[in-house]
């Protein structure tokens, strides 16, 4: 029976060991400690662009190129029938391989045509490599803002449902509400309560990604400063935009190095090769595919900025709209405090406006963030753009 009891005693300490070890976790168990580090949107571009693996891979990516348009090469001594060997290549592999001045005839040419190409392409893809880095950099600070800025809608949210607590308890002590609304008043408190930890925690998650991604330690105190406000548009027509985008962009000088390419290929088989042949046919579906390319690139891109524009156009108004919302909806809501208090209306019809209130800021906050991406995004459209092309 002793025995019995000693086991029973030690179980009954080890477990709770464990309640005291195993505490509930809660968001505030995470720290943000150092001094505050304030950052606005041109600090972390300017950081992540010159520094940190992101930044690296973009400097390696233009080594590479370099390399390639040089003509720099391994050692192929052990190959055989090196003239087979290069004509198994697509031509981008023949330059990307390095066996410059390796081939004969067609061959020869399309490897100094591909080298040329490089050399003339790689200052645009070094600049498209930035600006895909640099785009992702904006959505990276513009998703953790969005985070950030959502906690202090929901921190006032909560606020205001204590404050209505507190008044409801005031009108119950007067005997001018029920204890009913007294409860409804102490849940949505509760409920409230929940949204903030929840905010708090996807901004924790947020920030501690984006400590990670700009180079800062995990748990940096940054603090992003950007305000809420849409930044300004490229002080040029669309028709402007366009043209720019006709002469710059990265794709329409690659599919027309393709379409040369592709040209000399088939002149070459329609004078070596009988029609029946497969290398024949194989090459007139290359050349009429890459026809339709450089028929359509231009429209293509031209449809792309138009696109763009008009997204802009959209966003922009979704501000307007925005700002709108929040100015009735806070009208709203401080008509229905003083309705409230007065006995003019019910709890549910405060609730309710304040709920219209917060999601009006919250709508606020991502109309802001949504078109300043896609401004960013109609700026390096018109330029060389954010793709970089095969060398």
């Known amino acids: 029976m002793k025995r019995g009891i000693s086991i029973l005693l030690a179980l009954g300490l080890i477990l709770g060991s464990f309640a005291t070890a195993f505490a509930d976790p809660a968001t505030t168990d995470i720290k943000f400690e150092g001094e505050e580090i304030r950052l606005s949107v041109e600090d972390v571009v300017q950081k992540m662009t010159t520094e940190g693996t992101a930044a690296e891979t973009v400097r390696l990516n233009k080594l590479s190129d370099e390399a390639i348009a040089n003509g720099y090469k391994e050692n192929y001594d052990t190959l055989k029938a090196m003239q087979d060997y290069i004509n198994s290549l697509p031509y981008n592999m023949v330059i990307a391989a390095g066996m410059v001045g390796q081939g004969t005839g ?26 895909k880095l640099e785009m992702s950099i904006y959505q990276l600070y513009y998703q953790t803002l969005l985070a950030q800025e959502s906690l202090k809608v929901t921190w006032e949210n ?24 007294v409860t409804t008043a102490e849940n949505m408190l509760v409920a409230a309560d929940k949204d903030l930890h929840d905010a708090r925690g996807n901004w924790y998650a947020d920030r501690m990604n984006f400590n990670m991604q700009a180079g800062y330690p995990l748990l940096a105190n940054t603090v992003l400063t950007q305000e809420i406000s849409p ?21 329409i000088g690659s599919v027309k190095f393709g379409m040369d390419v592709q040209e000399l290929l ?28 450089s028929e359509n690139i231009s429209t293509q891109i031209e449809l792309g900025i138009r696109a763009d524009y008009l997204t802009l156009a959209k966003k922009k108004q979704a501000i307007g709209a925005a700002d709108s919302t929040i100015a009735l909806a806070a009208s709203a809501y401080h008509i229905q405090q003083v309705s ?6 019910t709890l549910q019809d405060l609730n309710d406006t304040l709920a219209n209130l917060n999601a009006a800021k919250l709508g606020k906050v991502s109309a802001v963030c949504d078109y300043n991406l896609a401004v960013q995004q109609y700026i390096f459209d018109m330029g060389v753009g954010t793709t970089r092309v095969d060398l």
């Open 266 to 293: 088939w002149s070459h088989v329609q004078l070596t090769k009988s029609p029946k042949n497969s290398e024949y046919q194989k090459q007139n579906v290359s050349y009429l595919q890459m026809k339709q390319a």
């Open 340 to 345: 409230y208090e007065l006995g003019a209306c």
């Open 158 to 181: 909560y606020v205001n449902k204590k404050n209505t607590l507190a008044l409801v308890q005031k009108k119950y002590s007067l005997g001018a509400a029920s204890r009913l609304e």
């Open 106 to 131: 067609v061959e020869a040419t399309i490897v100094k045509m591909t080298r040329d190409f490089a050399k003339a392409n790689l200052e645009t893809n070094h600049e498209a490599d930035l600006n």
């Open 231 to 251: 930044v300004a548009m490229p002080s040029v027509t669309l028709d402007e935009a366009i043209a720019s985008a006709l002469a710059k962009r990265n794709e």
